[in-house]
Structure formats: structure tokens, C-alpha cells
């Protein structure tokens, strides 16, 4: 089945560090990545969406500055969480998905990020 | 508006049993697509099942298979024989294909297979 790749697992940094995530489509092209961020015992919060070459487009109360993504490539989408402080502090998951219609994402093994 | 509804946070069930995941859902696009991801506690999400709105028949992928009721809006997730292995946060998600690409995931049911 279709391969998502996301990295690293697991981050820990200083506050005020910032620190970037990578997820990558290794068996096919992504027309549409995504970026969620869950909460413990929590479901998933969409962050953004991000179509290659376009610029993202975020949810609403998500901080684009912040929260930067870059859709550089069909099997490539980066977030970077700028300058990160304790309350950023979270599980990260990417996903990624070709066309539209019935395609069902699929989804990164997540970044889980503390911030000290 | 658009919305899943999971109502069972927890659920445990004897190995070997079979087990429904209830799940309903609300939209007013006449086309959409539901599925069901497994999040075991690793934290991956893993992709089970899919059922489009217009399909006629039940999907089913081995031991999972998708109790699709399009009149009552319900979409519940059925596990045959279950195992140890099953044990996980089991999410159902809807995509309303006129928003062209936000899935909207309900809040989770946690499955505990006891021995």
C-alpha cells in the first residue's frame, strides 16, 4: 500500500528553538499533504492544507507564521514550528494523499514534539 | 454542517468476539466518502476501510467490514473475530466531496481486547 514517511519521530528542544518536520510519499505523488496536530486522548486537529506549489492554506487560529509549511515538491511537504515553546508541544501527523474522489489519505507515523 | 459522531469512548470485548464501532455522521452534500483508520498506541494512523455515499454494496476488507445505512446517516465499523492486536483508538472520518479536501474525523472509541 501507499507509504508515507515522516521525520523524525520524536523531538525534544529548547524553548525558542525551531524545528522541522519532513514528510515524504515514497511510493507515489501527492497531489494534497496535510498537517494535523492531536492532543492526547484526543482526535486529530487539521492545521493546514497544502497542494504542491501552491501556498497552504492553514485552518482557522492556526498561526501561519508560526507554523510554517512548504509543499516544495509532489512527495515532500515540510512544517516548521518557529521558534517553539512549551505549549507547541504536541503529536504532529502529516498526510498525504493523490487525486481526489475516494483516495483516502494516508498517513505519516507522526512527530511526537516536547519542548523543554 | 458537517459532523461524525462516535458516542463510544471505550469498548471492551472478549477475543475472538466480533465488535461494532458505531459511528454517524451528518452533511448535506448528496456525495461523500467515510472511513475508518485504526491509531494503535504507537500513534500512526492506519487506513482500514472506505465506503462511498454512493455505493450499493457494504465495503469490506478481510475482518473489517462497513456497516453502511445511507437513510440513518450511520456507518459503523464492524471487526470480525477480533484479536489482541486489535486493541487501538479506532477513528471514523467523513470527506464531503464538495469541500474538496478537508476529512472531518470523529472524537475516537478506544478498543480494548481482553484475553
Known amino acids: 500500500g501507499a507509504v508515507v514517511s515522516q521525520h523524525p519521530s520524536w523531538v525534544i528542544c529548547k524553548s525558542g528553538t525551531s524545528v522541522k518536520i519532513e514528510c515524504r510519499s515514497l511510493d507515489f505523488q501527492a497531489t494534497t499533504m496535510f498537517w494535523y496536530r492531536q492532543f492526547p486522548k484526543q482526535s486529530l486537529m487539521l492545521m493546514a492544507t497544502s497542494n504542491e506549489g501552491s501556498k497552504a492554506t492553514y485552518e482557522q487560529g492556526v498561526e501561519k507564521d508560526k507554523f510554517l509549511i512548504n509543499h516544495a515538491s509532489l512527495t515532500l511537504s515540510t512544517l516548521t514550528v518557529t521558534s517553539a515553546h512549551p505549549e507547541d508541544s504536541s503529536f504532529y501527523i502529516c498526510?498525504?494523499?493523490f487525486g481526489a474522489g475516494s483516495q483516502p489519505q494516508h498517513f505519516g507515523d507522526g512527530t511526537r514534539l516536547s519542548i523543554l | 454542517a458537517q459532523k461524525i459522531t462516535q458516542t463510544q469512548p471505550g469498548m471492551f470485548v472478549q477475543e475472538k468476539e466480533a465488535v461494532t464501532l458505531d459511528c454517524t455522521y451528518d452533511?448535506?452534500?448528496?456525495?461523500?466518502?467515510l472511513f475508518w483508520y485504526k491509531q494503535p498506541s504507537s500513534g500512526e494512523m492506519i487506513f482500514l476501510i472506505y465506503q462511498g455515499s454512493y455505493d450499493q454494496q457494504n465495503a469490506t476488507e478481510g475482518r473489517y467490514s462497513l456497516n453502511f445505512q445511507k437513510a440513518r446517516k450511520s456507518a459503523n465499523l464492524v471487526i470480525s473475530a477480533s484479536q489482541l492486536g486489535d486493541s487501538a483508538m479506532y477513528f471514523c472520518a467523513m470527506r464531503p466531496y464538495s469541500s474538496a479536501s478537508k476529512i472531518i474525523f470523529g472524537s475516537g472509541t478506544r478498543l480494548s481486547i481482553r484475553p
Open positions: 452533511t448535506s452534500d448528496p456525495s461523500y466518502g
Open positions: 498526510s498525504a494523499r
